[in-house]
């Protein structure tokens, strides 16, 4: 059980965009040991190359071994390497695991993910010329903004600095919620103290 701690701690180093390498290290040890919440950790290190030398097939190996384990972490990266091959259900199936499991960073991805298909189906909804298929579109897209507000504000509340980002700018356009200033530019502000880099996955 201590070493489900490796994972915690090195993916707390992994989103904070803090000391990769330290998180590789801590990710191995605890995959040394038969852990497959670490190998999750170091799946998710493969295949970014934090820490370590990119390699998409030990990660792909590693996130299935993780996962077959019912570890969040595994998902995680399975969603990703689906998400990378366009496999945008397959992503959601796995990310929606991950995040009921309690995973932070498949919260703030499965929400980006729901981002994404709402901005692909705007165009869609200025081509409508049907009314009621017009209305069932904006329903679909103002509850695909209220799913992501949720899962940013759960992913912000758990100390997930990116989120507080995407909060930001969904205060500051009115998306999901009403119009905010203030909100906005306190979650601006935290995304900022926050100083990190967005990571790639």
């Not at 709402?118 to 009621?132: D, G, I």
């Not at 209305?135 to 600095?161: H, M, N, T, V």
Request: charged share 20%.
């Amino acid at each position: 059980m201590f070493l489900l701690l490796y994972a915690w701690r090195a993916t707390v180093l992994l989103d904070s965009s803090k000391n990769l390498e330290r998180a590789f290290a801590l990710a191995s040890f605890g995959a040394e040991f038969g852990c497959p919440h670490c190998n999750g950790v170091l799946a998710r290190c493969f295949f970014a190359g934090y820490g370590c030398q990119q390699d998409l097939a030990k990660a792909k190996r590693l996130a299935q071994e993780s996962a077959d384990d019912d570890s969040r972490y595994g998902l995680y990266v399975l969603g990703y390497l689906a998400y990378e091959k366009g496999r945008l259900v397959a992503a959601k199936t796995y990310w929606q695991k991950a995040a009921d499991m309690g995973l932070t960073v498949a919260q703030f991805n499965l929400a980006s993910l729901l981002v994404h298909v709402r901005q692909n189906l705007r165009p869609l909804l200025e081509r409508q010329q049907n009314e009621e298929d017009y209305i069932e579109l904006c329903r679909l897209i103002l509850q695909l903004d209220e799913e992501a507000f949720l899962l940013y504000l759960e992913a912000s509340k758990k100390g997930y600095p990116l989120a507080w980002q995407e909060l930001g700018a969904m205060f500051h356009y009115g998306i999901a919620v009403d119009v905010n200033m203030d909100l906005a530019s306190q979650c601006f502000a935290n995304a900022k103290k926050a100083g990190i880099e967005k990571l790639k996955m």
